[in-house]
């Protein structure tokens, strides 16, 4: 007989959903963390640390307010990393300790240590400290997450050439930083120290940077971060980077030279699946270290699933929750519901972007007919009051079924803004319950009811010259 029912290896988003979901259908359920990770990377280095990171740079550099006060408007004249820090530290604290409630009074117990499979039903747990424990359950959840991919050539000192994981360890703001690679990750970092002030260039090999989003919401953030003094290098490679004792040199393979105190590299992540000894449960994982499932989440072998960042695409906080509860729904026989097809796309840049549905690129590509309808923070009362003359909101509408394609969001709170046109698609609705919808005055969520406006004003005017 199998010491628990389901055994969960790694506690972030997906892993702790899953353990979750599984003690709520009456399973009995462990879960094995190292004893610094609870929440996994999301927590401790990831997602909740950047996106702090973020909150406390717009306050302390009063950027938010500039419009209002003045470009030279300050909160802090001098911010140190330890007035970033201690927001971060605090934040990650309260979530540890939320996560650490949520297993303890769901009846999950928690194994510290690394998880080894020993076969496929028994993963033996390292503590650390020499100790080691022999695991048996019926049912295994995989959600160990990634880690940065580092580059072999590259030599990390964690200072001055450092990974995205390292942002937080860094020991003073840097003058200036390059980060190679313009993907969700880099941009976001990049974004971050540039309101801080840090001289930042972004080196990215492809032509465009974030090419799954909006092509005019891309250029808006592009014209607000080199407003920001960033400089963006398109098309280059990096093929070498010097360390000197006062700061690095970048070389590019177009022979360039760029300096900087410090080099982030965001090369994307890589799965941390080598420790697992996956071939004793008579699985693999493909070069990137990620792991094969199918619809419902499940392995190769019958009763291990995997869900997360470990398991490639989309690799987000907020799908590896919804995986890890369908995860272990499966493994529990409970009927569930699939995953929506309708996934909110988040980048917490500075400003934010939010999106989801289509672009107008892949509609057009797609020959799907589209109308747009716009929506500017500046045209709206709420705009003004917070000082957001750059937001934009953006509605691509069928005209055929007058459905919602795609809502794009660039401004302030977008995150949180996209959830009505999820809400809206989501349920089948049309533009139209948007135009006879009363929102609440001054809001930035009015920008629906201005967009809708828009797009049905456009498509009368087409009925009215081809009737």
């Known amino acids: 007989m199998a010491d628990y029912d389901l055994l969960v290896m790694g506690s972030g988003p997906g892993g702790q959903k899953a353990a979750i979901a599984a003690a709520k259908l009456g399973a009995s359920v462990a879960l094995i963390e190292r004893r610094n990770m609870i929440g996994g990377v999301c ?32 909160v802090k004249e001098d911010i140190t990393i330890g007035d970033l820090t201690a927001r971060t530290s605090h934040v990650v604290g309260r979530e540890v300790d939320v996560i650490r409630s949520q297993l303890s009074r769901n009846g999950v117990a928690l194994l510290p240590g690394e998880g080894t499979f020993l076969d496929p039903h028994t993963v033996q747990v390292s503590d650390g400290s020499g100790q080691q424990r022999k695991v048996t359950a019926d049912k295994i959840v995989i959600a160990t997450g990634t880690r940065p ?111 900087a105190d410090t080099v982030v590299y965001s090369a994307g992540r890589q799965g941390m699946t080598d420790a697992l000894n996956l071939s004793a449960a008579g699985l693999e994982a493909d070069k990137r270290g990620r792991i094969r499932v199918d619809s419902s989440f499940r392995t190769s072998v019958e009763h291990i699933y995997a869900v997360g960042d470990v398991i490639g695409f989309p690799a987000l906080a907020a799908t590896s929750m919804e995986q890890g509860r369908l995860a272990a729904h499966h493994a529990c026989g409970e009927p569930v519901h699939e995953m929506h097809q309708l996934q909110p796309i988040g980048i ?43 937001g934009v909101l953006k509605l691509l509408v069928s005209p055929e079924d007058r459905s919602l394609l795609g809502v794009h969001v660039f401004g302030t709170n977008a995150t949180e803004l996209v959830h009505i046109g999820q809400a809206v698609m989501g349920c089948g609705g049309t533009v139209d319950y948007l135009v006879d919808t009363v929102f609440n005055y001054p809001t930035l969520a009015e920008s629906y009811k201005v967009a809708a406006l828009d797009a049905t004003n456009k498509m009368r005017q087409i009925s009215l010259l081809t009737d």
């Open 43 to 74: 927590i401790q280095t990831g997602t909740i640390p950047s996106k702090t990171l973020r909150e406390a740079v717009l306050y302390l550099t009063g950027m938010s307010q500039r419009e209002l006060y003045g470009q030279s408007y300050r």
């Open 348 to 390: 917490y840049t500075i400003p934010e972007i939010s999106y989801i549905g289509r672009t107008e690129d892949e509609l057009t590509e797609q020959r799907i007919p589209f109308e747009v309808g716009v929506s500017r923070y500046r045209e709206l009362a709420r705009g003004q009051i917070i000082g957001d003359s750059y």
């Open 149 to 259: 991919a580092r580059p072999a050539s590259v030599d990390f000192d964690e200072q001055t050439i450092i990974d995205s994981d390292g942002i937080l360890g860094l020991s003073k703001i840097p003058r200036s930083m390059i980060v190679v690679g313009a993907g969700v990750i880099g941009i976001e970092y990049a974004s971050i120290f540039a309101a801080l002030g840090t001289k930042v260039t972004v080196i990215e090999q492809r032509m465009r940077m974030l090419e799954f989003c909006d092509t005019e919401v891309v250029e808006a953030l592009k014209y607000q971060l080199r407003d920001l003094a960033v400089t963006f290098r398109f098309g280059e490679t990096v093929t070498a980077v010097e360390r000197h004792t006062r700061g690095t040199v970048v070389i590019l393979e177009s022979g360039k030279k760029i300096p």
